[in-house]
Every structure is written in structure tokens, then in C-alpha cells.
């Protein structure tokens, strides 16, 4: 695999799509969004941004994209209503933010900014949040403007299904799929500063304020000197694995390549323990990987040439630098 030189941006829209969830005009949808957001932040990039700069423009573009459940694309909880997440980590500085419990943000991922930028804390919640963003001049929305008939109807199906299994005295086993739907992206600039950002509308049908691991810095965000990762699945594992640190960790500590070290731990450590998903991982040297045990993981990059290239299903073309189609 070469090693790239030049500004690099890696994005995920989440693992655990298969053929058929999506009609032929969703699909389309979704490969344009995630063109147009690898687009907008790599222009940051040729700018002259920083990697955060470029992070946060790819994931607000996904976040107001219905066809991922981040930002405008939300699942719904078991009330009926949309609870917010996201995360934001600078490699270069090792600061990090994140906000989750979020019901009114337009995009969870400027506010995750704001508060890694302007202010002492690491992470906000629910409405002391979204005070701090209204005191930031973070855009707040009504919360019918997360409603897509798409995800209502997931919430009518999971309910159901819930109900059924309580008329039937059977525990409600939920297939690993219900855990997933995230964005995410990881840039590196022209400095050779790395950074990682994961946005999420959580879980369809959750309860009690569940939160998964987007927001964990270290769990399904991570960025450092030389390595950046975000994660999409099941969250409960990638929180108890610490698998976005153990990624950069094996690459940092045990020199292991880094697409080694992220399929060690989303194909073997997370599965063994009980999960699935996927993540995207991105070196200081370029290198990249897109490990994922799913059928299909919303996925892409944008380098030196400047064409986004992406993907959505596992036998789906995706080039890596060096290498070609």
C-alpha cells in the first residue's frame, strides 16, 4: 500500500447495511451523501484546514443526510423521540469533547466542537448541553425536525416485535443490526495532524437514557500523534474493549500495522466477546483501513487526486491509495 503525502479523509455512515434495506433510489441517495461529504471536507483540507476543521464539515454533511442515522436521520427511542450523540478528538493536542442526550441540536458534532474548544470539560449531556449550545450560538431545532417516516416506522416494527415477545412470556433478543447506525470521519491535514469525530442517533427502541459508544472517547472515538479510528456497531462491546484505543494501541505499542491492529480487534476480540460492526482507521502515514463483519459498511476516502471513492456493500470496489481498481 503506498503511503500518501498529501491530505487524506476517511468516512464511515455506519455498518450492518445489507442488500435489500435499501431501494435503488436510498442507495443513491446515500453514495451522493457520502461523496458530497468527502467533498466538503477535503476542500477544508486543500484549504489549508485543520483536521479537525475537515472532520467536523464531512460529519455535519452527513448529519443532515436522513439516509444515516446521525443528526436529521435519527432513530427514535422507545418514547418516541430522538436522542443525540457525538464525539470529537484533535491527535495533535490529545483534547477531546463529546455531547450525547441530545433532543433539540441540529448538529451534534458542532456542539462536541465547541465544547472541546471553549470550554474546560470533556463531555455534556442532555440539557445542560444544549444550554451550553445556545450560550455558543450552536443551532437548536424543534424536535419534529429529526422525524423521518423511514425511522418512525422502524420504531412501529421494534415495538411490536417488543410486544410479542411479552405476550409470548420470551425474551426479546435483538439482532446486532439494532445496535448500529453512525457516522464518522478522520483527517489528516497538512501538517500530519490526525483527528476523529463519530456522530449517532443511538439505538431504534432504546430506554433509559442508554448511550453507546460514539460519544466514549477511547470506545468509538479515538485520536492520537499517529493513528485516529471511529467505530459502528454494537456499542456496548466497542465500550467494554476500549476498541478504538486498542486499535491505535496495538499499532503504537505492539508496532503492529494498522490494518492488522483494526481487524484484530473488530473481527476477532469484538465478535469473540459478542459483537459485530465495523470502523475506519487512519495512520499519520496515510495507511487506511475499513475492517467491518457485516454485510456492508457505508464507507469511503478522498486523497490526492481528489476523487471520492466509495462504497457501501462487502463486494463493493474500493481501491486503497497505491493500489488499482
Given at each position: 500500500?503506498?503511503?500518501?503525502?498529501?491530505?487524506?479523509?476517511?468516512?464511515?455512515?455506519?455498518?450492518?447495511?445489507?442488500?435489500?434495506?435499501?431501494?435503488?433510489?436510498?442507495?443513491?441517495?446515500a453514495r451522493r451523501a457520502l461523496e458530497q461529504a468527502l467533498r466538503t471536507g477535503y476542500a477544508k483540507l486543500q484549504g489549508g484546514g485543520s483536521s479537525v476543521e475537515a472532520v467536523t464539515a464531512a460529519i455535519t454533511v452527513l448529519e443532515d443526510a436522513p439516509q444515516f442515522n446521525?443528526?436529521?436521520?435519527?432513530?427514535?427511542?422507545?418514547?418516541?423521540?430522538?436522542?443525540?450523540?457525538?464525539?470529537?478528538?484533535?491527535?495533535?493536542?490529545?483534547?477531546?469533547?463529546?455531547?450525547?442526550?441530545?433532543?433539540?441540536?441540529?448538529?451534534?458534532?458542532?456542539?462536541?466542537?465547541?465544547?472541546?474548544?471553549?470550554?474546560?470539560?470533556?463531555?455534556?449531556?442532555?440539557?445542560?448541553?444544549?444550554?451550553?449550545?445556545?450560550?455558543?450560538?450552536?443551532?437548536?431545532?424543534?424536535?419534529?425536525?429529526?422525524?423521518?417516516?423511514?425511522?418512525?416506522?422502524?420504531?412501529?416494527?421494534?415495538?411490536?416485535?417488543?410486544?410479542?415477545?411479552?405476550?409470548?412470556?420470551?425474551?426479546?433478543?435483538?439482532?446486532?443490526?439494532?445496535?448500529?447506525?453512525?457516522?464518522?470521519?478522520?483527517?489528516?491535514?497538512?501538517?500530519?495532524?490526525?483527528?476523529?469525530?463519530?456522530?449517532?442517533?443511538?439505538?431504534?427502541?432504546?430506554?433509559?437514557?442508554?448511550?453507546?459508544?460514539?460519544?466514549?472517547?477511547?470506545?468509538?472515538?479515538?485520536?492520537?500523534?499517529?493513528?485516529?479510528?471511529?467505530?459502528?456497531?454494537?456499542?456496548?462491546?466497542?465500550?467494554?474493549?476500549?476498541?478504538?484505543?486498542?486499535?491505535?494501541?496495538?499499532?503504537?505499542?505492539?508496532?503492529?500495522?494498522?490494518?492488522?491492529?483494526?481487524?484484530?480487534?473488530?473481527?476477532?476480540?469484538?465478535?469473540?466477546?459478542?459483537?459485530?460492526?465495523?470502523?475506519?482507521?487512519?495512520?499519520?502515514?496515510?495507511?487506511?483501513?475499513?475492517?467491518?463483519?457485516?454485510?456492508?459498511?457505508?464507507?469511503?476516502?478522498?486523497?490526492?487526486?481528489?476523487?471520492?471513492?466509495?462504497?457501501?456493500?462487502?463486494?463493493?470496489?474500493?481501491?486503497?491509495?497505491?493500489?488499482?481498481?
Amino acid at each position: 500500500m503506498a503511503v500518501l503525502d498529501l491530505p487524506t479523509l476517511v468516512i464511515h455512515g455506519g455498518a450492518g447495511v445489507a442488500h435489500g434495506d435499501l431501494t435503488p433510489e436510498e442507495e443513491t441517495q446515500a453514495r451522493r451523501a457520502l461523496e458530497q461529504a468527502l467533498r466538503t471536507g477535503y476542500a477544508k483540507l486543500q484549504g489549508g484546514g485543520s483536521s479537525v476543521e475537515a472532520v467536523t464539515a464531512a460529519i455535519t454533511v452527513l448529519e443532515d443526510a436522513p439516509q444515516f442515522n446521525a443528526g436529521r436521520g435519527a432513530v427514535f427511542t422507545h418514547d418516541g423521540r430522538n436522542e443525540l450523540d457525538a464525539a470529537l478528538m484533535d491527535g495533535a493536542s490529545g483534547k477531546a469533547a463529546a455531547a450525547a442526550g441530545l433532543h433539540r441540536v441540529k448538529n451534534p458534532i458542532l456542539l462536541a466542537r465547541a465544547i472541546m474548544e471553549r470550554s474546560r470539560h470533556v463531555m455534556m449531556i442532555g440539557d445542560g448541553a444544549e444550554q451550553f449550545a445556545r450560550e455558543q450560538g450552536i443551532t437548536l431545532v424543534d424536535p419534529a425536525y429529526f422525524r423521518t417516516e423511514k425511522r418512525w416506522q422502524q420504531l412501529q416494527k421494534a415495538l411490536r416485535e417488543e410486544r410479542a415477545a411479552q405476550a409470548s412470556n420470551q425474551p426479546l433478543v435483538l439482532p446486532g443490526k439494532a445496535y448500529f447506525g453512525t457516522v464518522g470521519a478522520l483527517a489528516l491535514d497538512a501538517h500530519g495532524n490526525l483527528a476523529a469525530g463519530t456522530s449517532t442517533g443511538g439505538m431504534t427502541n432504546k430506554r433509559y437514557g442508554r448511550v453507546g459508544d460514539a460519544p466514549i472517547i477511547g470506545a468509538g472515538t479515538w485520536a492520537e500523534a499517529g493513528c485516529a479510528v471511529s467505530g459502528t456497531g454494537w456499542g456496548e462491546f466497542y465500550i467494554r474493549t476500549a476498541a478504538a484505543h486498542e486499535i491505535c494501541a496495538r499499532a503504537r505499542l505492539a508496532g503492529e500495522p494498522l490494518p492488522k491492529a483494526a481487524d484484530e480487534v473488530i473481527n476477532h476480540i469484538i465478535p469473540k466477546a459478542g459483537g459485530d460492526g465495523g470502523a475506519i482507521a487512519l495512520g499519520a502515514d496515510g495507511v487506511m483501513a475499513f475492517p467491518f463483519n457485516t454485510p456492508g459498511m457505508y464507507r469511503g476516502w478522498i486523497g490526492p487526486d481528489g476523487v471520492p471513492h466509495v462504497a457501501i456493500y462487502r463486494e463493493d470496489p474500493l481501491p486503497l491509495p497505491g493500489q488499482t481498481p
